[in-house]
């Protein structure tokens, strides 16, 4: 069974994979008598034997509810790649009294019914958890959840207004083994001497660079694989560190190691990011736009990428876009010249790179003209062209902007005639 009730998205991380969204929960019980508590999130520590309830999502993305118990607490290294893969959508640990104060989970294997999860790391000293799924040579970290969300359920209590943005270095992260990292990449006694004093008892690991964002400074001063050393002269190897010692700074002064040198970045700026997501959306030809969100411009490179362009997120069925390219003879199968998920770079002859000259170039074109949009396929930086007859009877170019309280305005463009 389901159930739809009206909810709100408030805050979006922008770097990280999780949204938090607002409803009332009576409206799924349908009965306003009944008591709701809001989960205080504990930093109490998990340990084997330890039972708990588990919500959260399945391999196919379906919510269920588990009573289980930790088996064994593991080291995410250890784990390896014979995890099974999955993607939570959220976590909570009960108290076995039912307390309903969430313990935080370590690094765990999950036994019993646990439907393929994987884990998440809680790192007491660090006040974070990493949520993370496993594959290959690959293991993407959420950090610091915890006290994000502390502050924010603390904000809706005081009514202050939630943060709109986030300022940091847009770089993703990973980590490697202190071992590893002074028998391979010759990190320098002193310097493992210092990381050592910044790490803890358990972890003995360093934080490389794995990706970097087009655009930014960072993408300009960063290379992948490099290790990062300190952040304005403070040894940082714990993420829970990074993050406070970087977010909300304009600037930060970075030294890495690189090719067995230590290498001082200098001033890196950082970048803000806003924390609402989407905030503005333009509709053509059934064709669903907007600026290129973080998450391309982690998958880019500056040669793919170019002086960039909009993005086509989405194209709506019986659209011009979709009968476009049934004439076309192209089938859901052929991504060749699929107009999703590309970049449109010019309007006929006109180039393109923000929603409000992509508006100034189309209006320009009248009901039934085709249109001449160029494409580029951000993973490997090839053009393509489409012709879509623009129907604005039916299918009219609409503008749609999220104002600050939440609720979003629509506007229909006029054409010139």
């Not at 007859?389 to 229909?412: A, C, I």
Request: net charge negative; aromatic share 8%; hydrophobic share 35%.
């Amino acid at each position: 069974a389901s159930k739809t009730i009206p909810a709100q998205v408030i805050f979006v991380h922008p770097l990280e994979s999780y949204s938090i969204i607002k409803y009332d929960p009576h409206l799924l019980l349908n009965d306003a008598t009944v008591q709701v508590r809001e989960l205080e999130l504990s930093k109490d520590r998990v340990v084997p034997g330890s039972k708990f309830e588990f919500v959260g999502l399945d391999r196919d993305q379906t919510l269920f509810y588990n009573e289980t118990k930790v088996h064994q607490i593991l080291d995410r290294q250890s784990m390896g790649s014979g995890m099974p893969s999955s993607f939570f959508g959220f976590m909570f640990s009960f108290g076995a009294d039912h307390s309903h104060k969430p313990l935080p989970f370590e690094s765990l294997r999950m036994g019993g019914e646990s439907r393929g999860a994987v884990g998440v790391h809680y790192h007491k000293d660090e006040e974070i958890v990493m949520a993370y799924t496993l594959s290959p040579g690959r293991t993407h970290m959420a950090a610091d959840v915890v006290p994000l969300l502390t502050a924010i359920q603390e904000a809706m209590h005081k009514g202050v207004p939630l943060p709109t943005e986030l300022k940091s270095l847009p770089i993703y992260m990973e980590f490697m083994t202190l071992a590893i990292a002074r028998s391979i990449r010759h990190l320098p006694d002193e310097w493992a001497l210092k990381l050592m004093e910044s790490n803890d008892s358990v972890q003995r690991k360093v934080l490389t660079v794995s990706r970097k964002m087009v655009g930014s400074n960072s993408y300009e001063k960063f290379e992948v694989n490099d290790i990062i050393l300190s952040i304005d002269d403070t040894p940082v190897s714990l993420v829970g560190d990074y993050k406070k010692l970087v977010d909300g700074k304009e600037t930060v002064k970075v030294s890495v190691l690189r090719s067995s040198k230590v290498i001082d970045l200098g001033q890196v700026r950082t970048t803000s990011f806003s924390a609402l997501g989407t905030t503005r959306i333009v509709e053509c030809c059934g064709l669903i736009l907007h600026d290129p969100h973080p998450a391309l411009l982690y998958l880019s490179s500056q040669d793919k990428f170019g002086k960039g362009g909009i993005y086509v997120a989405f194209k709506e069925g019986g659209s011009p876009a979709e009968q476009a390219e049934a004439k076309n003879g192209l089938h859901n199968s052929d991504e060749t010249n699929e107009i999703n998920s590309k970049l449109i770079t010019r309007v006929n002859e006109a180039k393109v790179t923000s929603l409000d000259e992509f508006l100034d170039a189309v209006v320009k074109c009248k009901h039934d003209e085709y249109v001449k949009f160029t494409t580029k396929n951000v993973d490997n930086g090839e053009l393509a062209v489409h012709n879509i007859r623009l129907d604005l009877e039916y299918w009219k170019t609409r503008d749609m902007s999220r104002m600050p309280s939440g609720e979003w305005v629509s506007k229909f463009i006029e054409h010139e005639k």
